[in-house]
């Protein structure tokens, strides 16, 4: 059965009513990677840019425009995702420049960092994601030249043994990786969330892991700006833990770093004069947050990493 927002009402010349199943605006999560792609343009576009994609505009395409359009927010709420490219960034170079060998960029979707940061020849990152996305990936960006030894991998992360495996693999490439996952986490149920985070955690050689994370109070903040384009997709936004990032200490992560995305868009000027004001507003302390907060976070492996997990 057709859900009623998937039902388009065709009139005709006639008094006949018609109903036929329409896509959804974001047909799967993998277009929600469309979606982000849009904001990272956006602020290339600006003069003040605080981070360059030269291909997100082109890898968005019109349905990534579409999907915003769409949205009851449209572009208002683009400086939370500006914050967490910027974020991103600042973590990957960070590492780079620390001596890690290897960037494990889980979920990757459209991000193009291994093309456009300044990373060092001899490093290496791994861009995985579903097959559909990645074939689309390998399709326009076949005639770009990564900065790093680069590769993409086509890969569902769902699929446990076939995540253990690659894993695997992907430790033998490197002995300081840094484990990425931007816009995946939020999308699993806890119990997901928490077997991936272990499955990260018992492979040797993935040191450090950053992650984007939601407190409860703002998923039907996101709800409302979304409308229902995310469960049209059935790809819901759900992981938002009571305990904060002190959720994975238990699936062998610990918080070392945590950053709002509404302080960093402070200071990064890309908030209007209402969000200014929530900004300036000290935040509690502590790990549980009962406001509504995203942020960025930066685990550290206390796992045993003397054997695989599985
Ligand atoms: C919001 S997008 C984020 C993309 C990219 N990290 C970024 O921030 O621009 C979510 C991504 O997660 C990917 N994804 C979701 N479930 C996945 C799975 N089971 N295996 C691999 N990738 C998955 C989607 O295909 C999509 O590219």
Redesign the pocket.
Known sequence: MFSFSEIKIFWRLSPQVYLLPMEPVIRD??D??LW??VYRADETDRPDAVFKDPYARRLAGERGEQIVQAMASGRKNSWSLVARTWLFDQFVMQHVKDGYDLILNL?????ARAFRLDLPPELRWID???PG?VSYMNEMMKDEVPRCKHERVA????DRNARLEFFKQVSTKGKKILVVT???VV?LPAEEAGAFAFDLSHTPGFKRWVIDMLSPPILPMIREEMGTLLEDAKSPLVFAPEEGEDFFRLFGWTPIDIKSRLKTAAALKRLSLQMKIFAAMPEPKGPVRKFPWAGVCLFENSARQDSFAG
């Open positions: 999560i993998s929600t990677s982000v792609a979920a990757s979707g459209l991000d995985a994601d579903l996305i890969i569902d992360l769902a931007e816009g995946l999308y």
